[in-house]
């Protein structure tokens, strides 16, 4: 396995020939197309990747040990498949939707501004996570460790209480309608 540290990789396209196979460790993807690129058990620590592209991309068995995302778009990504040993990330201004998180590890992890529409963490743990400004509609939260999660300024969620744990998580006034609307309610 090769080894690459404190590289920065621009406008590299990986679309038709795959990331080298290794170990990257504080290096920078900047503005790079991993589309429906084949990622598997690639070890990523301590990197950034900035307005990249990884929607469809293979992660089965990637490592992602500290790593940082801002400005990119990775619709359809199915976390769940990469390795959960060492798993830390962080999502600014990020567009996940439709991204599977189920049963992942995810604790502390922040997403900042982030569209998580119709994204998945079934059986996820996301205690003491930060999910600010994000967009939740039809993102699926079922048997989620929700507890101490803050999700200040986040919209379109709709959590059920009674099906996750969301013991001193954190909501906007404006936004508590999300976790009554299995009741019905008519809330004015």
Do not use: R, W
Not at 59 to 75: Q, R
Request: hydrophobic share 35%; glycine share 4%; proline share 1%.
């Amino acid at each position: 396995m090769e080894y690459f540290e404190d590289i920065t990789f621009k406008k590299k396209d990986y679309t038709k020939k795959a990331l080298t196979n290794g170990l990257y460790e504080e290096c920078t993807f900047e503005h790079c197309d991993f589309s429906k690129s084949d990622l598997n058990d690639c070890n990523f620590t301590d990197c950034k990747f900035s307005h990249c592209n990884l929607s469809l991309a293979n992660v089965t068995n990637t490592k992602f040990n500290g790593c940082t995302f801002k400005d990119c778009k990775m619709i359809g990504l199915q976390f769940q498949l990469c390795s959960h040993f060492g798993l830390t990330l962080s999502f600014y201004s990020c567009n996940l939707s439709d991204s599977q998180f189920s049963n992942l590890p995810l604790e502390g992890t922040t997403f900042s501004k982030c569209n998580l529409q119709f994204a998945d963490f079934t059986a996820a743990n996301l205690e003491n996570a930060i999910v600010k400004e994000c967009d939740l509609q039809d993102t699926v939260f079922f048997n989620t460790n929700l507890v101490k999660v803050n999700f200040a300024g986040s919209f379109g969620f709709i959590i059920d209480p009674d099906a996750n744990s969301i013991l001193k998580a954190t909501f906007s006034s404006e936004t508590l309608s999300g976790l009554l609307t299995k009741y019905k309610l008519t809330i004015v």
